[in-house]
């Protein structure tokens, strides 16, 4: 429910400010004294398009305020959903500045304007010329035909099932499209795959053989060089190691005339040791190699092979060959098994495409059981609108799957005896189309769920009497929704339980958009007015009076 709107510097208006009743409120005012310009405000509470040219003054900012209260109407999945604050009442506010940037608030959080149109749908209907075109369509009409049947948690089910149909349906045109290239290229993958694996690839090998090659290379003159070694080492005569025993041998009895030499003979008889310890290590080393031109060649054969892999697959290491193997290995695998993978996703699609269509039925049967109610109850309200003779068929046609379900609907409407109904967009003029919308929106009101609905001039091309009738409706609707209706009837104005007047004020250098809340003095005068012009007789008053008590 709205309970407070605030205008500064929109359009005609420089400051506005109401607070519309819980139930029937009425705003009457002269041609262009900005009650359109109202709900072009109020449009942009619930997402509409800014614009600059809608400032009143091109030097400051316009800001529209609403404060709803939403205590009981189930938003706080939505407020939670988009990370907002929730509390009974909710303040939104929009602003322009001069420069064109438009912002939005939900309780001073700014927000995208999507999210101001999706909470805008929970907040307020508006009934405009757009509404003709709405009508006219066929899933607006699906939309009212599933609110009227409270198909909701079966749309729901049906779009679930879709939406896991639509799954399965790609994850299989995916995998065939995958399996189509792979197919293609498996021959070759296959030739790779084993062409790696004849070599039996080990990890870490490469650089075992480049080094076991460096040594079969040069294992006459390896050998030769041990020798050399060991001969300077163990030479008897000349040898490192006898030089240095007999060193030792010097320093040993050195340290016995004087303790200050024991180290000198402990560290000789150090290097001693291992110099002993070396001359084995090589030795040791010597025994192992071989002068051995087969294995020589083997090795370089196999490095060959292993050269040859990595510049043909840009491979920089052994290792890198052995993931490339692996992914191949995996390749193939999926060729081999692809006709099975294939089959069981063409049966989840199946399965998932028979659940749809079940849910689907399901949704289509509840759709369908309402049609007769819909046609009986928009009929009756259309006759006590004074159109007796009106006639509402729905026409059904079964389609396939999409997102709304297996139906596609048409409300057909005929206005007069002996003329077959034809879809809507053919046959209503503007008085009857003001009626059938007016009759839709009050069939809807509870089971949209709508806080507050603003009807704009919805008795336009309709007599006193029709209007009466329409405002006893509204009245009705009144009773459980926050009604906001512009009009310019006299029969319609005076039911309301508030009476805004929108009018111009000249006083200053530029025209501008003012609204007051009547008092019961006041509008009698201006119903008055509204019967017999600017200057209303007494039996005007008289009549305002009348409908005003009544």
């Excluded at 205590?71 to 706080?76: A, D, I, K, S, T």
């Excluded at 997102?403 to 005929?414: A, N, P, R, V, Y």
């Excluded at 329409?470 to 039911?495: D, G």
Aim: aromatic share 6%; glycine share 4%.
């Amino acid at each position: 429910m709205l309970k407070s709107l605030n205008i500064s510097n929109y359009a005609l208006i420089q400051e506005l400010e109401m607070a519309p009743s819980a139930e029937l409120n009425m705003i009457t005012g002269e041609t262009g004294a900005g009650k359109s310009i109202m709900l072009g405000a109020v449009g942009l509470l619930l997402g509409n398009r800014a614009d600059t040219k809608a400032l009143s003054d091109p030097e400051n900012k316009c800001v529209v305020e609403g404060c709803f209260g939403i205590e009981n109407y189930g938003l706080e999945d939505f407020f939670n959903q988009e990370d907002l604050d929730f509390d009974r009442e909710c303040i939104i506010r929009r602003e322009i500045s001069p420069s064109g940037k438009s912002r939005a608030f939900i309780n001073d959080t700014p927000v995208r304007l999507e999210t101001l149109k999706e909470l805008g749908k929970f907040l307020m209907d508006i009934h405009s010329q757009h509404d003709t075109l709405m009508l006219a369509d066929g899933l607006y009409q699906l939309s009212l035909i599933d609110a009227y049947s409270n198909s909701q948690l079966e749309k729901t089910a049906y779009q679930q099932a879709y939406q896991s149909y639509l799954s399965a349906k790609r994850a299989l045109e995916k995998r065939t499209q995958e399996a189509l290239d792979l197919k293609k290229e498996a021959d070759f993958n296959r030739f790779q795959l084993e062409e790696l694996a004849a070599l039996k690839l080990e990890a870490g090998e490469q650089s075992i053989l480049e080094s076991e090659q460096e040594i079969l290379e040069n294992a006459e003159e390896i050998k030769a060089k041990i020798q050399e070694i060991l001969g300077q080492l163990q030479d008897e005569q000349f040898g490192a190691i006898r030089m240095l025993s007999l060193a030792n041998q010097t320093a040993q009895q050195l340290s016995r005339l004087a303790h200050k030499f024991e180290p000198f003979s402990e560290r000789i008889q150090s290097v001693l040791i291992e110099l002993k310890d070396i001359a084995a290590s090589i030795e040791d080393e010597d025994s192992e190699i071989e002068v051995d031109f087969d294995k020589l060649e083997n090795v370089r054969e196999r490095l060959s092979k292993i050269y040859h892999l990595q510049q043909k697959h840009g491979a920089e290491s052994v290792e890198a060959l052995i993931s490339l193997e692996q992914q191949l290995a995996e390749k193939v695998f999926q060729v081999e098994n692809l006709d099975e993978e294939i089959q069981k996703l063409q049966q989840l699609k199946s399965e998932a495409e028979k659940e749809m269509l079940s849910k689907g039925k399901v949704l289509s049967e509840k759709r369908k059981s309402s049609f007769g109610p819909f046609s009986r109850e928009l009929e009756d309200l259309l006759r006590q609108l004074g159109m007796e003779n009106a006639k509402i068929e729905m026409a059904h046609q079964s389609i396939p799957p999409s997102k709304e379900g297996l139906d596609q609907i048409d409300i057909l409407f005929s206005a007069n005896k002996g003329v077959t109904p034809q879809p809507l967009k053919q046959v209503a003029s503007g008085g009857e189309f003001s009626r059938l919308i007016f009759a839709i929106k009050y069939i809807m009101a509870d089971k949209m769920a709508l806080p507050t609905l603003i009807f704009d001039e919805i008795d336009t091309g309709v007599s006193g009497e029709i209007a009466l009738q329409m405002v006893k409706m509204m009245q009705e609707i009144a009773r459980k929704h926050q009604v906001i209706c512009i009009s310019h009837l006299p029969q319609v104005a005076a039911k309301g339980d508030q009476h805004y007047f929108v009018f111009k004020d000249n006083s200053s250098h530029k025209t501008v958009s003012k609204i007051k809340l009547l008092t019961e003095e006041e509008r009698v005068t201006e119903i008055a007015k509204m019967i017999a012009g600017a200057n209303p007789s007494a039996s005007a008053y008289e009549s305002a009076k009348e409908l005003l008590a009544n």
